[in-house]
C-alpha cells in the first residue's frame, strides 16, 4: 500500500494543475478552473473530486484543502458517508472478475486517501458516525485480501493511538488547571506565605526559562487539529436549512486551551512583578523576565515572546514608575520595537519571515523552531474567511478562498511537528504551569500596595479593591 508521507512545507497552489489529472475530471461537470487552476465547483463535483478511482488519485494539496474546508458545508460524517458511497458505487455488479479486478487496483488508493484523512484530521473521527463508515468502508476493502487487511489494521491502530493520545492530554490539562486554582486558592488564604516562592527562585538563568516556554509551546501547538481554524469561525452555511455543522460534534477545544496558555504566562509574568515587596526584588524580576523574552525571541518563540511583553504592559505592572526607573529598558524598547503593532506588525512579520526561512534551510532541529505570535495568525485566518464569500452569487463553492486558506493553515501544521530538542526541567515547567497567578483586581491591589495610588482615581480604585478583596480572605 502507498504510504502518506509526512505533510511538510506550505502548500502550492499553482502547482495544482488542471492537465495533469484528466483522467476522471476532464468530464465531470460542476469544476471550473482559471489558468489551469481549480478556481470553484458545486459541492457535489468537489466531492467526486475527492474519491479515487482505478486510474485516478487526488492530489495531496486538494486532499487537504478540501477536507479542511468541507466542513463549512457539511458534517465531516456527512462527507465520509459520501464518500463511502461513491466507493461504493465503482463496483457495480457485472463481471465479477472485472469487478474482482477493479477492487483491487483501487483499494489502495482508497486506503490511501483514509489514511491521508486519519493521520491530518484525527479528531473527525471522535464521532461514532464516521468510525462507523470508516469501519464499513475498510471492512470491504480488506475482505479477501491479507495485504490490505494488514494496511486497514495499520491505519486504524494509528488512529487509535493519536485519539488516545488527545484524550490522554486533555485529561492532564484538566488537572493542571486543577493545580493553579488550588494554588491560587492558598496565596488567597496565606498571600505572604507564598512570596518566598517565585521564578528566581526556582530557576535564574533566562536562557533556561526560555527553553522551558519552549517545551510548553510545541507540546500545546502539537495538538492543535487544523480543523480547529476552522470551527473558529464557522458559520451557518446559508444554503444549508441544517444547523451548524459543529454543533453535535465533540469537537477538539486545544486551539483556545492555547490561547487560555498566552493569557496564564502575561498574568503569570505581571504577578510576578507585583508580588515582590521591594522595589530592588520587583526591578530585578523584570530584568530577569526581558532576558527570558529576548531568548524566546532568539530561539523562534514569539509567542512567549508577546506574552511577556503583555504581561509587562498591563496597567499594573506599567503604572510602577518607580521601580521601572531602576530597571536598564534598553533591550525592552528593542523588543517592543519588534512586536510593535503599527504597519500590521509589520516589525514581527519581517522576524517572522526570517525564522521560517531558517526553519526551511535548518541543519539542526533547534533552528527548525518558528512559534508564532498565536493570535495575530488567528486574526489573519478570520480576516481572511471574513474578506472572502464562501460562495460566489452563482452558488458555486469559492474554492480559490479554500486554497489560500488552506496554505496558511498548511505552513502552521509544519511548524507544529518539529520536536522541541530542549532538555526538559521538571520542576520549572511544574512552577510556569501551576503557580499562582493573580487577576486583574489583585495585581491592581498588589500594585497599589508596593507604589502607593498616585491621583484620586487611583486612591478611591484601591479603597474599593481593598475592602472587597480583604473582606473576602
Same mark, same amino acid.
Given at each position: ?148 487487511? *494488514?494496511?486497514?489494521?495499520?491505519? #486504524? ?19 493542571? $488547571? ?12 496565606? +498571600? ?23 517545551? &510548553? ?60 515587596? *521591594? ?18 525571541? $532568539? ?8 506574552? &511577556? ?6 496597567? +499594573? ?47 539542526? #532541529? ?54 522541541? +530538542?530542549?532538555? *526538559? ?27 502607593? +495610588? ?20
Amino acid at each position: 500500500m502507498p504510504q502518506t508521507p509526512p505533510f511538510t512545507g506550505q502548500l502550492n497552489t499553482g502547482s495544482y494543475n488542471k492537465n495533469l489529472y484528466q483522467t476522471k475530471e476532464e468530464g465531470y461537470p460542476g469544476l471550473y478552473y482559471h489558468d489551469n487552476n481549480l478556481v470553484s465547483g458545486s459541492l457535489e463535483a468537489l466531492i467526486r473530486h475527492l474519491v479515487p478511482t482505478v486510474d485516478y488519485y487526488p492530489d495531496r494539496t486538494y486532499i487537504f484543502t478540501f477536507l479542511l474546508s468541507s466542513r463549512l458545508f457539511l458534517h465531516p460524517y456527512e462527507l465520509m458517508s459520501r464518500v463511502c458511497h461513491l466507493c461504493m458505487e465503482q463496483q457495480r455488479p457485472g463481471d465479477p472478475q472485472a469487478d474482482k479486478m477493479r477492487v483491487r487496483k483501487n483499494a489502495p488508493k482508497i486506503l490511501q486517501l483514509l489514511t491521508e484523512w486519519t493521520e491530518t484530521f484525527p479528531y473527525d473521527f471522535r464521532d461514532e458516525r464516521m468510525m462507523r463508515s470508516l469501519k464499513e468502508l475498510t471492512h470491504r476493502l480488506a475482505s479477501g485480501d491479507e495485504v490490505y487487511r *494488514k494496511a486497514v489494521g495499520q491505519m #486504524s491502530q494509528g488512529l487509535i493511538r493519536r485519539l488516545t493520545v488527545l484524550s490522554q492530554y486533555e485529561e492532564a490539562l484538566v488537572k493542571i $488547571n486543577a493545580t493553579a486554582a488550588e494554588r491560587l486558592t492558598a496565596l488567597k488564604a496565606k +498571600p505572604q506565605a507564598s512570596i518566598q516562592r517565585d521564578m528566581l527562585s526556582i530557576c535564574n538563568d533566562p536562557f533556561t526559562v526560555a527553553q522551558q516556554l519552549t517545551h &510548553i509551546e510545541l507540546e500545546r501547538l502539537s495538538y492543535i487539529g487544523p480543523e480547529e481554524f476552522v470551527q473558529a469561525f464557522v458559520q451557518k452555511d446559508p444554503l444549508d436549512n441544517d444547523k451548524s455543522c459543529f454543533s453535535d460534534h465533540k469537537k477538539a477545544s486545544n486551539l483556545e486551551a492555547y490561547v487560555e496558555w498566552f493569557n496564564r504566562l502575561s498574568y503569570l509574568v505581571a504577578t510576578e512583578i507585583c508580588m515582590p515587596v *521591594k522595589k530592588k526584588h520587583r526591578a530585578r524580576v523584570i530584568e530577569f523576565f526581558i532576558d527570558v523574552a529576548r531568548e524566546c525571541f $532568539n530561539i523562534g518563540n514569539f509567542n512567549s515572546l508577546m506574552a &511577556i511583553i503583555s504581561g509587562m504592559n498591563m496597567s +499594573p505592572v506599567s503604572r510602577l514608575k518607580k521601580t521601572w526607573s531602576k530597571v536598564k529598558t534598553a533591550k525592552f524598547d528593542i523588543l517592543e520595537h519588534q512586536m510593535d503593532p503599527s504597519s500590521n506588525f509589520y516589525n514581527y512579520r519581517t522576524s517572522l519571515r526570517g525564522a521560517t526561512q531558517r526553519s526551511i534551510t535548518a541543519n539542526s #532541529s533547534r533552528e527548525k523552531i518558528v512559534i508564532p505570535f498565536f493570535s495575530l495568525l488567528i486574526k489573519d485566518i478570520y480576516f481572511l474567511n471574513e474578506g472572502c464569500a464562501n460562495r460566489l452569487q452563482n452558488g458555486r463553492i469559492n474554492f480559490e478562498k479554500f486554497w489560500e486558506l488552506a496554505k496558511q493553515v498548511s505552513e502552521f501544521m509544519a511548524w507544529k511537528k518539529v520536536e522541541c +530538542p530542549f532538555e *526538559k526541567d521538571r520542576k520549572i515547567l511544574q512552577y510556569l504551569l501551576t503557580a499562582p497567578v493573580l487577576p486583574e483586581d489583585a495585581l491592581y491591589l498588589a500594585s497599589y500596595e508596593s507604589e502607593g +495610588p498616585e491621583n484620586h482615581m487611583e486612591k478611591d480604585r484601591w479603597k474599593s479593591l481593598r475592602s472587597t478583596l480583604l473582606s473576602r480572605v
